[in-house]
């Protein structure tokens, strides 16, 4: 056999190689392998088989991570700078080329660019210098080819994972945010009769909402009320907000005084949230009999009260700080309103009042007064106030969440 021949022979052997080692990976792929099974096949393909010397990977996972470190490269990983290093190469490059001294021992830099972004780098390098062509070299091509291979596989399992994971996310909150609903009044079970009409809208901005209304039967002729907001969003607001619903069902009664109810609550937030939330609250009590209404707002947006035969307007604004914002509330100073005649009440949270323009944040309550202060039903005011601000259609000034609780005493 001539030199020809046995120099064709070597070259199938090694195409056939480099057909079955793609192929063995594919369906190591296909197994759905783990990412430390896929490495560990091409580390050995690399080394074993091509006589790779030193192997480095460096991939994108939040952060840039070295995935695999394969021969004699010792701390060379904790030298190299990613950022400065290895971002500004976008195609193979010799690291003779490079300015970097972390890179000396390696010889070639391959990057895996995923839709324009590299999302890893591969750095090769033989052990010492031979005879005859580098491995590194001479398996180029094959290698690149490889090293993509693997390197999207393995981007395709993170993503996978983190489908899973969002996937998961999107069930527990769908299921806090069911639960949270089930801890808000149904309209069904507001009254509405000769004595008193209560009506109430809400709109979570996402799918848990720090918002919190509710409607209490004190005694037979006295009534408890109240809106809330926990500062910040998403979940730990809706936990301290679910908290406390608990708290004030369990401590809102005909007996308690609501200023002695604030102190109370205000402790129980205190050890909740250790300071780092607060809530604003408006807590309302009304008897039918003697027809005071007294309030305590704790820093909650002054609701409006409206009288519809004097046409008088008032901002409930009596009260104290917010609750869970000091260990002592330092005063409180109790509102008291004798209604004498048919008023309205409007209750709401700050999602309502901010919003949106292109200038930032817009602040105030006259759209809302206009829509109260005239003889239609409170039900018909939140309609319309709910139309005029675009809730339903979810307009891009809404920043927040909204709750409206509307009270008519009759």
Known sequence: MNKNSKSSIKRLELTTFKLRS???????????????????????????DLNIGKVL??????????????????????????????????????????TSTALNDFDIVIPVINKGTPIA?????DIKEGEGISPTIKHLNFIQTLSNIIIVAIENIRLFKESLRQEALRKELELASKMQNMLIPDQSILPKNKRIHITAFYYPHSEVGGDYYDYLELSKDEIGFCISDVSGKG???????????????ALFTHEISLSALVEKLNER????????????????????????LEYINAGHNPPLLYQKVKKNIIHLSKGCVGIGMLDEIPMIRKGS?????????????????ELLDGKGITYGTKEIEDCLTNTKEIENNIQEIIKKQGIIEKSAAIFDDISILGIEIY
């Open 22 to 48: 793609l192929l063995n990976i594919t369906q190591a792929i296909n197994e759905n392998l783990t990412q430390e099974q896929l490495l560990s096949r091409y580390e050995e393909l690399l080394t074993k």
């Open 57 to 98: 990977i460096f991939k994108y996972e939040d952060s840039w991570k070295c995935i695999l470190k394969s021969g004699e490269v010792g701390a060379t990983d904790e030298n190299i700078d990613v950022e400065k290093d290895l971002l500004p190469i976008d195609e193979i490059s010799f690291v003779t080329s490079s």
């Open 121 to 125: 780098f591969v750095i090769i390098g």
């Open 235 to 249: 979940m730990s607001a809706a936990l301290l907000m679910s908290n406390f619903q608990a708290n004030l069902r």
């Open 269 to 292: 937030v205190m050890h909740a949230a250790n300071g780092e939330k607060f809530i604003t609250l408006f807590l309302g009590k009304f008897n039918f009999k003697t027809r005071e």
């Open 337 to 353: 309103i004798t209604i004498e005649e048919c008023t309205k009440i409007l209750c709401y949270t700050d999602g309502l009042i």
